[in-house]
């Protein structure tokens, strides 16, 4: 069981938008800057979003992140076949005294 | 070319010992953190353990304290990750990753570059 929650799987057409949320508490997401990764299995994560809705250089801006308290949440606009992937949140937890991740959402592209 | 390379994964059996390292090249090793992530087969990510730039701060999981050893060579510009008394449990891919800030290893917690992983066994 994951402290940070995501739902597991998320589906959209090309060129729709889709919502990835990461709920968690005060001691995280609520005390922490989230950061958002991608990846495609088989191959090692990447940075999507640091700083809760800072984009590293290379990312497009149809990825966007924000952060409302005890909930954060990752939108993607524009889909593409190439968006396909497992996206994690991740975030320090002060309480824990270390960082956490979420248990990963499947986004498909249909 | 900025770039991570783990090395030392393999089969091991439960109770044994394996010894992680990571080689980082294209940036200046000390001036930023470091730390370990894992991902059991079919499962999501998982902090191992984190150690800020001049290698005087650690922090670890839980699930490896006591078990796991994070340490730094600077001067050969290598992460390592001393895994003792491995259990079934600690069989993944270990992935190196750089952070971005090189005292506090907590803040800010997100890293930018990550190795390809090597993977471990534990497995009699």
């Known amino acids: 069981q994951s402290v940070l929650t995501q739902p597991p799987s998320v589906s959209a057409a090309p060129g729709q938008r889709v919502t990835i949320s990461c709920s968690g508490g005060?001691?995280?997401?609520?005390?922490?800057?989230v950061s958002w990764y991608h990846q495609v299995p088989g191959t090692a994560p990447r940075l999507l979003i640091y700083?809760?809705?800072k984009r590293p250089s290379g990312i497009p801006d149809r990825f966007s992140g924000s952060n409302s308290g005890t909930s954060a949440t990752l939108v993607i606009t524009g889909l593409q076949t190439g968006d396909e992937a497992v996206y994690y949140c991740g975030a320090w937890d002060v309480s824990l005294i270390g960082g956490v991740f979420g248990g990963g959402t499947r986004l498909t592209v249909l | 070319e900025v770039q991570l390379l783990e090395s030392g994964g393999g089969l091991v059996q439960p109770g044994g010992s394996l010894r992680l390292s990571c080689a980082a090249s294209?940036?200046?090793?000390?001036?930023?953190?470091m730390s370990w992530v894992r991902q059991a087969p079919g499962r999501g990510l998982e902090w191992v353990s984190s150690?800020?730039?001049?290698?005087?701060?650690?922090y670890s999981s839980d699930s490896v304290k006591g078990r796991f050893t994070i340490s730094r060579d600077n001067s050969k510009n290598t992460l390592y990750l001393q895994m003792n008394f491995l259990r079934a449990e600690d069989t993944a891919v270990y992935y190196c990753?750089?952070?971005?800030?090189?005292?506090?290893?907590?803040?800010?917690?997100?890293?930018?570059?990550w190795g390809r992983g090597t993977l471990v066994t534990v497995s009699s």
């Open positions: 150690i800020n730039g001049p290698g005087g701060s650690t």
């Open positions: 294209g940036f200046t090793f000390i001036t930023y953190a």
């Open positions: 005060s001691s995280n997401v609520g005390s922490s800057h």
């Open positions: 700083g809760n809705d």
């Open positions: 990753a750089k952070q971005t800030e090189a005292y506090d290893s907590t803040w800010p917690w997100y890293f930018d570059l």
